[in-house]
């Protein structure tokens, strides 16, 4: 079936510009991440939802980044006032539900191609 | 989640088995050991993950040790399309973080001809 998908697949903007980046995960999957990989440095997790809330956004790294989920489904990160330091490749991942009854099992992510941003 | 400890990098001559190692020595009793590779300009890809028992399926295999401190990735034939960066990830499930994937370096792969 259809895998992860993003897009833009890139996107080049100015400083200071708003961008939104948007997310499609695989269909039934409610667990979504994103992460981000920047030149020279690891991958980095941004922020996790489960259904359409986020427990877990500690790897925002400012105020300017946000990000939401509709529906279950699509999910979009917003970068706000963009620096040069935020170009990097934000790459979506999606899971089977992360809580698994009666116990807690984990799922693997399938990620998707990523969308490589290049702020000028 | 357990920190890992991968070489930086390894080569490997097609057709040969890639044995590619990774130590965890902190990792507790209900952390699992995922592996994801990366190709380069793709997305990271699953796989395989196993927790204390050696694991097989039709890419790689998983050793890790009886102490569980380190394991082994094997790719038994490798080919080209093997080169990729490959992580070696300890993951735990802590309430509301729904298992999050957290990346070192990893180890770059290179298959020769």
């Known amino acids: 079936g259809a895998g992860v998908s993003q897009s833009p697949s890139n996107k080049v903007t100015e400083k200071g510009k708003d961008v939104e980046l948007r997310c499609d995960p695989i269909?039934?999957?409610?667990?979504l991440y994103w992460y981000r990989q920047s030149l020279g440095q690891g991958l980095e997790f941004l922020i996790y939802?489960?259904?359409?809330?986020?427990?877990?956004k500690s790897g925002l790294p400012s105020d300017r980044f946000s990000a939401e989920r509709t529906g279950g489904s699509v999910s979009t990160l917003t970068i706000q006032r963009t620096q040069q330091e935020d170009s990097a490749v934000y790459l979506c991942?999606?899971?089977?539900?992360?809580?698994?009854?009666?116990?807690?099992?984990?799922?693997?992510?399938?990620f998707g191609p990523g969308t490589r941003l290049t702020v000028t | 989640d357990a920190k890992t400890t991968q070489p930086t990098s390894m080569d490997c001559a097609e057709g040969r088995a890639a044995n590619l190692p990774c130590n965890h020595s902190?990792?507790?009793?209900?952390?699992?050991v995922y592996w994801y590779r990366q190709i380069h300009s793709q997305g990271p890809q699953y796989i395989i993950h196993?927790?204390?028992n050696n694991e097989t399926n039709e890419m790689a295999s998983l050793i890790i040790t009886e102490d569980r401190k380190s394991s082994t990735l094997i790719l038994p034939h490798a080919t080209l399309r093997d080169t990729a960066v490959y992580y070696c990830?300890?993951?735990?499930?802590?309430?509301?973080?729904?298992?999050?994937?957290?990346f070192g370096q990893g180890t770059e792969l290179s298959v020769k001809p």
């Open positions: 196993g927790l204390k």
């Open positions: 269909s039934g999957h409610t667990a």
């Open positions: 902190t990792i507790s009793g209900n952390e699992y």
């Open positions: 991942a999606s899971s089977l539900n992360s809580i698994s009854p009666p116990g807690r099992k984990l799922y693997e992510q399938y």
């Open positions: 939802f489960q259904g359409n809330s986020a427990p877990d």
């Open positions: 990830i300890v993951r735990g499930y802590a309430y509301n973080q729904g298992g999050k994937l957290i």
